[in-house]
């Protein structure tokens, strides 16, 4: 376990429900535009078992809770986020209707029956991931950025309940078709755009040969706006039946 007691650093989240203050380790994610767009989006029912895949500081689980969750379950490959989480909810006082367990993609959730599942998954491109540093340790969501999002998809089964809904980011800077292929393998046609908004794309992103390579190959897409390149993210519900 990495002990990062002295770098630990403080986060405010100001998007819905905050503000709140978030503790954040080395390996944590800070919570991103994205974030503050999946909180947004996110249609919480009183009463409702919550899933928080790839939770990081545990700030959509903390939304959730916020919103009338009556239990949110998150979950993360990362040691140092889970247990950053778990503090986090004894600060905001939010440990009775939050959990934080570690572990890849659904795994550590198998036993939870959820209405919702927030899947937001690292889904960028490796080489995106490396980069930009967005991601703590350089985790992208695999060469184009749709593995780990698909596997997570694949993974759903019995832990969404009928009815249940999945909150899902995705973006033309990952192959967004793959991920939403796997998302109608599962959900069928019950798939809803809910959000979409342009970012720009970093220059060093722009240059890069990597990345020129999964565009000429079809994989990822931007729009030029002026001398700029813009990638579009998007937020899915995806309901079951
Ligand atoms: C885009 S961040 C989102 C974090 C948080 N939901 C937020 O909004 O701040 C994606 C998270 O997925 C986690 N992650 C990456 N690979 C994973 C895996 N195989 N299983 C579970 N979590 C993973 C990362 O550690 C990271 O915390």
Redesign the pocket.
């Given at each position: 376990m990495v002990d990062s007691v002295n770098e630990v650093k403080e986060f405010v989240w100001r998007g819905r429900t905050g503000p709140f203050t978030l503790r954040m380790g080395p390996d944590?994610?800070?919570?991103?535009s994205?974030?503050t767009i999946?909180a947004e989006a996110l249609e919480i029912h009183e009463g409702d078992v919550v899933i928080?895949?790839?939770?990081?500081?545990g700030?959509?689980a903390f939304v959730a809770a916020r919103l009338g969750a009556e239990r949110a379950v998150g979950?993360?490959?990362?040691e140092e986020?889970v247990r950053m989480a778990s503090e986090n909810a004894r600060h905001l006082g939010l440990a009775d209707v939050t959990e934080f367990r570690t572990?890849?993609?659904l795994d550590p959730v198998r036993d939870v029956q959820a209405d919702v599942i927030?899947g937001?998954?690292?889904?960028i491109p490796d080489p995106i991931a490396e980069l930009t540093g967005w991601?703590?340790g350089g985790?992208g969501?695999g060469p184009t950025g749709a593995e780990?999002p698909v596997a997570?998809i694949d993974e759903i089964g019995d832990i969404l309940r009928p009815g249940g809904r999945m909150y899902l980011p995705t973006g033309t800077i990952q192959a967004e078709s793959k991920v939403l292929g796997a998302a109608r393998r599962v959900f069928g046609d019950n798939i809803e755009q809910l959000v979409s908004r342009e970012f720009p794309l970093p220059n060093l992103v722009s240059r890069s040969k990597d990345v020129a390579r999964l565009v000429s190959d079809g994989l990822i897409s931007f729009r030029q706006r002026g001398s700029r390149l813009l990638w579009r993210l998007t937020i899915w519900r995806c309901t079951k039946n």
């Open positions: 944590v994610f800070a919570p991103s994205t974030s999946v928080d895949a790839g939770c990081g500081s700030v959509l979950c993360d490959i990362s986020s572990g890849s993609l927030i937001d998954i690292s889904g991601f703590p985790r969501g780990l997570m």
